[in-house]
Structures are given as C-alpha cells and as structure tokens.
C-alpha cells in the first residue's frame, strides 16, 4: 500500500467509525473483485464474438484490453468508494510528469503495442496468411500485443516486434488469390519458335494445379548466348508448397515434352580465340628444342679433374 493510500486510510479512520470504515473496504473490494471477473467473462466470451467479425487474433487482443481498462476503471471507483476525498481527476492531471517518464522508458513496448493495434485494426493481412517482411518468410500464427509470430517454411517459429511490421514492406503472398510462376526456357536459335511454344504450353495445361484462368502464356523475350530465351507464366494457387509442387511438375513434363518433339535445349556455348596463345606457345616450344645445351658445373668439374689426372 502506498504512502498517500496510507495517508487517506488514517485521514478516514479519524473521521469515521470503524464499521463504516470496513464497510467501506469490503464494497472497495468487492468492486474490483466484479470487475476482475467482468474482465474475465470479457476475455473469454467476447474474444470469440469479436473474432467472428474480424479475426482471432483481432478479438483476443481487443478483449484483453478492454478487460484492462476494466479492472483500471474499478480501480478508481474502488479508490472512491474507500477515501471519500479521493479524486481521479486529481491523480489523473498528476501523471503528465510521470506519463512522460514512462514513455521514455516503456517506448519500445508501447511502441509495439501500438502498431499491434494498427495492424489489428487495419488488417493488412491475417493469421493464416503467408508473409515475408524484414527479411522472414513463412504463415503468420498470431498477432499478439507485442508480436507477430510466423512459422517459416522449414518449421521454426519467428517473432518480429509489431513496430518493425507496420514501419516496413510486407509482401503477402496469399492476399489475391493465385499466384503467377514464371519459368525461363532457353531454345535453340535455330529452332521454330512458335512450334516450341505450343508444345509448352500443350504440356502444362493439363498438370493438376495449374489454373485455367488466367490460361498459361509464352513469351519470348530475350537473346542469350547461342539460345532464345522464352518466358513460360503459368498461374496456381498462392500456398508456397503448392507452388513449388506445380513448378517441379511444369520442370519435368516440358522438359520431357521438348525432348519428344526432338525440341534441343542447348547450354550457352562460348567461344574462345586462343589462336595467338597456342601461336606463342609452339615459338616458346620451338626455341627452346633448338638452343644448345649450356655446360653444367658438374662436366666442368670433371674435366678439371681429368687435366689434373
């Protein structure tokens, strides 16, 4: 108990008998006490009620506050009822110094539970929802009061401060539906281009999970090195492990519906002029077989020794 609830307590019980003193207290307690459970039943009944028109992560936190400001509330009210010369207004008017000082200390917390209730309120995307922001990718769990909790594609689970969501870009992958591959193809510069593209497009459009509409597309876009490269789009559904199901199955049947139709896919070819190295070589080479062999120290010492002999 603090030392002005001790003041005010003394100040009550000089001026007052002790029944109504206890009395007091009890209907002081029992007000926050009803409220507590208040709070609570808002926690719990009103969360799913909430949930059914936004999200379950929007009514979860929406109810833990209200249920907040509840007990804070009574609090006050309970204060009131106790020390008759209790006012408020008087504490409230009282917190600007001390507000102030626990902004400083508490920015980064309240910081984030702001942005949690942005991104609540806003509902740039939602529990479900496949995500990459800050660099994270994977299927957000949950939007709590502080976080936004992910669970990346190889299983772990990533939590980002609220305010590092809402003040960067976030890509999600599942807000419109489906989803557009695109796969490059490099063909032979030789090779009929429009024969090509239909026997691509004639092998994707029965591969289960591709989407009829939009209808897959082939474009050609670009000369490399020794091949024209064709842009093959196809649409499914946005869920990455669909996608990559259907990109593995587009992989294997066009490349197997190329090879059938005698459709080459040649690796870029470089060519390298090395005429004037292979030239200086053979001189190098040449020179050396036709230079003398120069006396070593060896056959200078033995024919020393000889003429000594």
């Known amino acids: 108990m603090s030392t002005t609830a001790i003041t005010l307590l003394a100040a009550t019980a000089a001026t007052e008998s002790p029944t109504a003193l206890w009395i007091r207290i009890t209907v002081?307690?029992?007000?926050?006490?009803?409220?507590?459970?208040?709070?609570?039943?808002?926690?719990?009944?009103?969360?799913?009620?909430?949930?059914?028109?936004?999200?379950e992560s929007f009514g979860t936190v929406v109810a833990k506050l209200i249920g907040y400001l509840v007990?804070?509330?009574?609090?006050?009210?309970?204060?009131?009822?106790?020390?008759?010369?209790?006012?408020?207004?008087?504490?409230?008017?009282?917190?600007?110094?001390?507000?102030?000082?626990?902004?400083?200390?508490?920015?980064?917390?309240?910081?984030?539970?702001?942005?949690?209730?942005?991104?609540?309120?806003?509902?740039?995307?939602?529990?479900?929802?496949?995500?990459?922001?800050?660099?994270?990718?994977?299927?957000?769990?949950?939007?709590?009061?502080?976080?936004?909790?992910?669970?990346?594609?190889?299983?772990?689970?990533?939590?980002?401060?609220?305010?590092?969501?809402y003040q960067n870009v976030i890509r999600v992958q599942t807000?419109?539906?489906?989803?557009?591959?695109?796969?490059?193809?490099?063909?032979?510069?030789?090779?009929?281009?429009?024969?090509?593209?239909?026997?691509?497009?004639?092998?994707?459009?029965?591969?289960?999970?591709?989407?009829?509409?939009?209808?897959?597309?082939?474009?050609?876009?670009?000369?490399?090195?020794?091949?024209t490269n064709m842009d093959l789009r196809f649409w499914t559904q946005p869920q990455q492990a669909e996608v990559r199901r259907v990109q593995d199955q587009v992989v294997r049947l066009v490349g197997r519906a190329l090879k059938e139709a005698k459709i080459p896919m040649p690796s870029p070819i470089t060519e390298l002029d090395v005429r004037a190295s292979v030239k200086d070589l053979l001189s190098d080479i040449a020179g050396r077989s036709t230079a003398k062999p120069e006396p070593s120290d060896n056959a200078s010492d033995n024919n020393d020794s000889e003429a000594d002999g």
């Open 28 to 55: 002081g307690a029992g007000i926050i006490i009803v409220a507590w459970l208040i709070a609570k039943g808002i926690t719990r009944f009103g969360a799913p009620l909430l949930a059914s028109r936004r999200t």
């Open 71 to 165: 007990v804070i509330a009574s609090v006050l009210v309970a204060a009131v009822v106790i020390f008759p010369s209790f006012k408020p207004v008087d504490v409230l008017s009282g917190l600007g110094i001390f507000s102030i000082a626990i902004g400083f200390a508490f920015q980064d917390i309240l910081s984030n539970l702001l942005a949690g209730i942005l991104l609540l309120i806003r509902q740039p995307f939602h529990a479900g929802d496949e995500i990459e922001v800050s660099g994270q990718h994977g299927t957000v769990e949950q939007i709590t009061i502080r976080e936004t909790q992910i669970r990346t594609y190889d299983g772990e689970k990533v939590l980002i401060p609220n305010a590092e969501v």
């Open 175 to 227: 807000a419109y539906g489906p989803k557009r591959t695109t796969l490059v193809i490099g063909l032979d510069d030789w090779e009929d281009l429009d024969r090509a593209a239909d026997v691509a497009l004639g092998a994707i459009r029965d591969i289960d999970g591709v989407e009829a509409d939009p209808p897959p597309q082939a474009y050609f876009n670009s000369f490399g090195d020794s091949v």
